[in-house]
């Protein structure tokens, strides 16, 4: 049993990291053996639109174009748990998190059959979303995140969706210009809903590797 996670946030130790990071060890403790992947560390672009992988004889789920991202690619269709995470900017996820699912979305797709099944393997995923809107702001993002999934269903296994909202941005919010936002507030959702959403990502990571 394989569980991978793909950080498509730029931090590090932050919110989305935090989130995966416990999926993980959910994961491990359903006797997975877990990888994480930090986007931002890689030098790749999206799909480049060469449809090498569609060309006849072209093996099937796989890319052509060699980059950083290649070997990740390569890994996710080997596991067996998928653990996506990122936060929201501008109403979508990060550029770096679009990239990487253009180009796995890309080669499971097939041209013949839009219906048609073509990876052979079962992926159980998730995705950690994570947004400073609160709650019931978050509604907006229903179109873009079922895209978002869409696009992992052709891998054979369930797929989840997780949001963690109105999050923590800054560890000291004086330093920056953000008088829309109360510190304190911030700060004792952070205290109260944090765990929680640490406990159910551990959760999600410790059922998907125990199916």
Aim: proline share 3%; hydrophobic share 40%; with cysteine.
């Amino acid at each position: 049993m394989k569980a991978i996670a793909i950080n498509g946030s730029p931090r590090k130790n932050w919110n989305t990291a935090a989130l995966l990071n416990a999926a993980l060890d959910g994961a491990r403790e359903a006797g997975a053996e877990t990888e994480l992947v930090n986007l931002y560390d890689l030098d790749y672009s999206g799909c480049v639109s060469c449809f090498a992988c569609k060309r006849k004889g072209a093996e099937r789920c796989r890319c052509y174009h060699q980059d950083a991202l290649s070997g990740v690619l390569e890994r996710v269709l080997s596991s067996d748990v998928l653990l996506l995470g990122s936060p929201i900017y501008f109403g979508d996820v990060t550029g770096k998190m679009r990239c990487f699912i253009e180009r796995l979305a890309f080669i499971t797709l097939s041209y013949d059959d839009p219906m048609e099944v073509i990876f052979p393997g079962h992926i159980n995923t998730a995705f950690f979303f994570t947004m400073n809107m609160q709650t019931e702001q978050a509604q907006m993002y229903k179109p873009m995140i079922k895209s978002t999934l869409g696009a992992l269903s052709r891998l054979g296994g369930s797929v989840e969706q997780y949001l963690c909202t109105d999050t923590l941005q800054f560890d000291d919010y004086s330093k920056y210009r953000a008088a829309k936002f109360s510190e304190q507030a911030k700060r004792a959702r952070r205290a109260e809903q944090f765990p929680r959403d640490l406990e159910a990502a551990r959760e999600i990571g410790r059922r998907l590797a125990g199916k």
